[in-house]
Nanobody, 120 residues
Framework: QVQLVESGGGLVQPGGSLRLSCAASGSIWTVYTMRWYRQAPEKQRELVASITSGGYADYQDSVKGRFAISRNNAKRTVYLQMNSLKPEDTAVYYC??????????????WGQGTQVTVSS
């Protein structure tokens, strides 16, 4: 069984920073691309950033220069450093990862989501 557990959300003022973490655990052989999505109220879930197992990162245009995705392969953990936060960044943030299990093929897994609220 594989799990993704997120942490680090919360309430922050505009211009502030937060760091999200997402750790994969369970019967894992390999963790491939890891991603952060977000979903604001009454909006569709959108891809925020992704990072391959080799460290290649990509970002949604609206967060370029403000957010940084990174990963620690030994800890099977992905991070999202969010700086210069804006009210429009308010959303539930979800971790996603492509994981090959010890006895299973590669499957997409999702975390439970963590709330990020940017407000004064």
């Amino acid at each position: 069984q594989v799990q993704l557990v997120e942490s680090g959300g919360g309430l922050v003022q505009p211009g502030g920073s937060l760091r999200l973490s997402c750790a994969a655990s369970g019967s894992i052989w390999t963790v491939y691309t890891m991603r952060w999505y977000r979903q604001a109220p009454e909006k569709q879930r959108e891809l925020v950033a992704s990072i391959t197992s080799g460290g290649y990162a990509d970002y949604q245009d609206s967060v370029k220069g403000r957010f940084a995705i990174s990963r620690n392969n030994a800890k099977r953990t992905v991070y999202l450093q969010m700086n210069s936060l804006k009210p429009e960044d308010t959303a539930v943030y979800y971790c996603n990862a492509e994981i090959r299990g010890l006895v299973t093929s590669t499957v997409d897994y999702w975390g439970q989501g963590t709330q990020v609220t940017v407000s004064s």
